[in-house]
């Protein structure tokens, strides 16, 4: 018999019988420590605090954060360890909340009326369980993924009944751990002749990562005739074919999965994305109007459902000026933008941008040039870079404003930060046929070339001389900047010289503007962070 005496329980509810209700049951199970609460920001603000080993949740709250919303950003924000058991609680039985409360994967979903004995009954299968993967759990805790794996293999070994938690948490750390290989074969094996949903998941995200689309295409197609009910899957399909470039296709996939589950902000703002851009702005726009509100108390709101929603509703009317309503709906989604991102000059600078686009389109020709004169100005005072594609995006909106000049010093920018991609510096080349911004990093790029040879070669005095050169021609290049850097870091390391950390700090300084968003961001944090420890 499981002994709760000295198990810590947070019960959310929005009403206050049914927290009384829960709370005498515990008590009969002889619970010492319940917290209560009746919204989803008391609970987090709880969780703070306080580490619990039961969360007995309400999947609908009323106004503010669902249960949901709440299970994110506990696991985003760290505010509960694995140990910790979360269960959803709800009386709804409609198929999106269902399936929006699994999508989010808590422990155990409990549907409600209930009794003391369900209750005791489920909760007892759940402590045991977490219990007997105490030595996983421990190290997950930890982070220490190599001790996850070891733990995995042990267990596997002394009870085979934990083979299905087991597995999971193994192929997650090898997947955070970079063990593609090992990876691999543990997804194929498990989606041998019995799969398991998630592994099949996971294996074709792994191929679609790997670039391996017909691979990936045909699991997935496979799966849903076994899971028609996984969304997850059709999010894959829908990945495959933008990967192809069919975005009408994916497009229809990504619908199918919306069907099932509509109340995934990621999906419906992917949806959104793929609709603008077959020109399907009907769609786009219902689609990040209802990202927008599913993102209202998430932690995954963003701002580019705003742009999103106010681009394609100014898509929606062509050349022609929009009519008062939509006009009215434009303002109060930059408004909204503005007010709650106002510290992000970036944002100020496109939602400027497409406001400008509008107010031409209405022939208010005044408030247009206003607005594009606000965004130079805040371009030029900004410390951050837009990322490439949103670089090119402000560019020809400036372009179509007629400021060709600062059009010109963005698309310079973002030739010089991220020249020494050739995706990027063929999409610059459709707004510009400017040498100087085309051709500008050719030497610099090759310098970098050889500096990766150089350093593959072990041959790092020589890499690091042509990293530096390469960084000298272009010294806001994202690439070029890191590769001089860590070179002068693994010089450091061996041999402290207050002149070789300087340069390197000096290299990093020149990149901060980097969005963080980009890719190399986290190597870029990791450099600062080794570099200033010296």
């Not at 269902?98 to 808590?106: F, G, H, I, Y």
């Not at 004169?373 to 005072?381: D, I, P, T, Y």
């Not at 610059?428 to 051709?439: E, V």
Request: aromatic fraction near 6%; glycine fraction near 6%.
């Amino acid at each position: 018999m499981i002994d709760y005496s000295k198990k810590r329980f947070l019960v959310v509810d929005d009403f206050s019988e049914f927290r009384t209700a829960v709370t005498g049951m515990l008590r009969l199970m002889a619970v010492k420590q319940v917290d209560a609460a009746a919204k989803g920001e008391e609970a987090l603000a709880l969780c703070r605090n306080t580490q619990y080993d039961i969360i007995l949740h309400d999947y609908n709250l009323g106004a503010g954060k669902n249960g949901q919303q709440v299970l994110e950003e506990l696991h985003h924000a760290k505010l509960i360890s694995p140990h910790c058991i979360f269960v959803m609680c709800t009386a709804e039985s409609s198929q999106a909340m269902v399936m929006s409360a699994l999508e989010c994967e808590p422990d155990a979903y409990l549907t409600k009326p209930f009794n003391r004995a369900s209750l005791q009954q489920r909760l007892d299968k759940l402590v045991e369980r977490k219990t007997a993967l105490k030595p996983v759990l421990d190290a997950l805790s930890k982070e220490d993924h190599a001790a996850v794996i070891t733990a995995c293999d042990q267990l596997l070994k002394a009870n085979p009944k934990l083979a299905p938690q087991c597995l999971r948490y193994k192929a997650n750390a090898l997947k955070t751990l970079g063990m593609h290989a090992e990876l691999e074969a543990l997804l194929k094996f498990l989606t041998g002749d019995r799969p398991l949903p998630w592994a099949l998941i996971a294996l074709g995200t792994l191929w679609l990562e790997q670039g391996k689309l017909d691979e990936a295409e045909q699991l997935f197609t496979s799966a849903v005739t076994q899971f028609p009910m996984l969304p997850a899957l059709f999010d894959g399909l829908a990945a495959v074919n933008k990967a192809r470039g069919d975005h009408q296709q994916a497009q229809a996939f990504l619908m199918q999965g919306l069907q099932i589950s509509p109340n995934s902000l990621q999906r419906q703002q992917t949806l959104g994305q793929l609709a603008r851009s077959n020109g399907d702005y009907e769609r786009a726009t219902k689609a990040f109007r209802q990202a927008i509100d599913l993102g209202r108390n998430s932690q995954f709101r963003d701002p580019e459902n705003h742009l999103g929603l106010a681009g394609s509703l100014s898509d929606q009317v062509g050349d022609e000026a929009p009519g008062s309503k939509v006009m009215t709906e434009i303002r109060q989604t930059l408004g909204d933008l503005g007010k709650t991102w106002r510290d992000d000059p970036g944002l100020k600078v496109r939602a400027n941008l497409l406001e400008a686009s509008v107010l031409k389109k209405a022939a208010d020709i005044g408030g247009a040039d206003k607005l594009v004169k606000a965004a130079a100005e805040q371009l030029a005072q900004m410390d951050t870079f837009f990322s490439a594609d949103k670089a090119l995006e402000v560019a020809a909106q400036l372009k179509k404003l007629g400021r060709t000049d600062v059009a010109e010093e963005v698309l310079g920018t973002c030739a010089e930060m991220y020249g020494d991609d050739e995706n990027i510096m063929s999409a610059i080349s459709q707004h510009t046929d400017n040498p100087a911004i085309l051709q500008a990093g050719t030497q610099a790029q090759q310098f970098n070339r050889e500096g990766i040879r150089a350093y593959q070669q072990k041959q790092f005095p020589e890499a690091l001389a042509l990293f530096r050169q390469a960084q000298a021609l272009q010294p806001r290049n994202i690439s070029f900047a890191l590769n001089t850097a860590q070179s002068l870091l693994r010089l450091l390391l061996t041999t402290p010289d207050a002149e070789l950390k300087a340069e390197c700090l000096q290299c990093l300084e020149q990149v901060r503007s980097m969005p963080s968003s980009d890719p190399r961001y986290p190597r870029y944090n990791k450099l600062c962070s080794t570099v200033q420890g010296l």
